[in-house]
Antibody, heavy 115, light 109 residues
Framework: QVHLLQSGTEVKRPGASVNISCKASGYTFTRYYINWVRQAPGQGLEWMGIIGPGDGSTSHAQKFQGRVSMTRDVSTSTVYMELSSLRFEDTAVYYC?????????WGQGTVVTVS | SALTQPASVSGSPGQSITISCTGISDADGYKSVYWYQQHPGKAPKLIIYHVSNRASGVSIRFAGSKSGNTASLTISGLQAEDEADYFCNAYSTTNMHVVFGGGTKLTVL
C-alpha cells in the first residue's frame, strides 16, 4: 500500500526554522516526484515546491525564494522540507504529495504553528 | 490564486452541479487540469486528472471537461457525502510550477 508518513506537529517562534519529514513506502521511492503543498487555516491550497527523489533536483515557488530547502535521503525513502525565517503567516498544515498523474497520494499533513 | 473558482456552490440531493476553474491558459504553458476533493480536517483527494480522467475508485458521477481557458467539474446525482471543498490545479510546462484555484465549497442542501 502506497503511503506517505509525515512528521508531527510543530510550534515555532517567528524567525525560527522548521524541518518536516515525509517517509514514503509501498512504491519505488526514486520513481516519482514529491511536491510540498500547504494550507493556511480556512484557506486554499498553496504549492511550495517539488523534489525529484532520484537526483535530488528541486524547484520552488518564487514566493519561497531563499526560505525553502528540499532534500531527500534515498536510503530511508524520506524527503525533507525546511522552511526558514518563519513568520506568523506561515502557520498552516503542510502536506507532501506524490506526483504521478496528478497528486495521487498525500501525507496526513503536518501542522506548523508560528506563535 | 492564478486560477479562479467560485467560492461556493450548492445543490439538492440528486441534482447536478458544475464548478468552473478559469485562467488555464495555453500561453502560460498549462497543459492539463486536475481536481481534488477535500473534506474538513482531511488531506485532499485526487478525483480528476488530465482534464477528464477519473482517478482510481472515483464515482462515475464525477466528470471533468475543458473549453478554452476554463475547466469544469460536474457532479451528477449529488449525495450528502459530496459536500466538501473542491480545488482545481494546473501544471505549467513553461516553468514547471503548479497553481491551484482558490477552492469551491460545495453544500448539499
Amino acid at each position: 500500500q502506497v503511503h506517505l508518513l509525515q512528521s508531527g506537529t510543530e510550534v515555532k517562534r517567528p524567525g525560527a526554522s522548521v524541518n518536516i519529514s515525509c517517509k514514503a513506502s509501498g512504491y519505488t521511492f526514486t520513481r516519482y516526484y514529491i511536491n510540498w503543498v500547504r494550507q493556511a487555516p480556512g484557506q486554499g491550497l498553496e504549492w511550495m515546491g517539488i523534489i525529484g527523489p532520484g537526483d535530488g533536483s528541486t524547484s520552488h515557488a518564487q514566493k519561497f525564494q531563499g526560505r525553502v530547502s528540499m532534500t531527500r535521503d534515498v536510503s530511508t525513502s524520506t524527503v525533507y522540507m525546511e522552511l526558514s525565517s518563519l513568520r506568523f503567516e506561515d502557520t498552516a498544515v503542510y502536506y507532501c504529495t506524490r506526483e504521478t498523474d496528478g497528486f495521487d497520494v498525500w501525507g496526513q499533513g503536518t501542522v506548523v504553528t508560528v506563535s | 490564486s492564478a486560477l479562479t473558482q467560485p467560492a461556493s456552490v450548492s445543490g439538492s440531493p440528486g441534482q447536478s452541479i458544475t464548478i468552473s476553474c478559469t485562467g488555464i491558459s495555453d500561453a502560460d504553458g498549462y497543459k492539463s487540469v486536475y481536481w481534488y476533493q477535500q473534506h474538513p480536517g482531511k488531506a485532499p483527494k485526487l478525483i480528476i486528472y488530465h482534464v477528464s480522467n477519473r482517478a482510481s475508485g472515483v464515482s462515475i458521477r464525477f466528470a471533468g471537461s475543458k473549453s478554452g481557458n476554463t475547466a469544469s467539474l460536474t457532479i451528477s446525482g449529488l449525495q450528502a457525502e459530496d459536500e466538501a471543498d473542491y480545488f482545481c490545479n494546473a501544471y505549467s510546462t513553461t516553468n514547471m510550477h503548479v497553481v491551484f484555484g482558490g477552492g469551491t465549497k460545495l453544500t448539499v442542501l
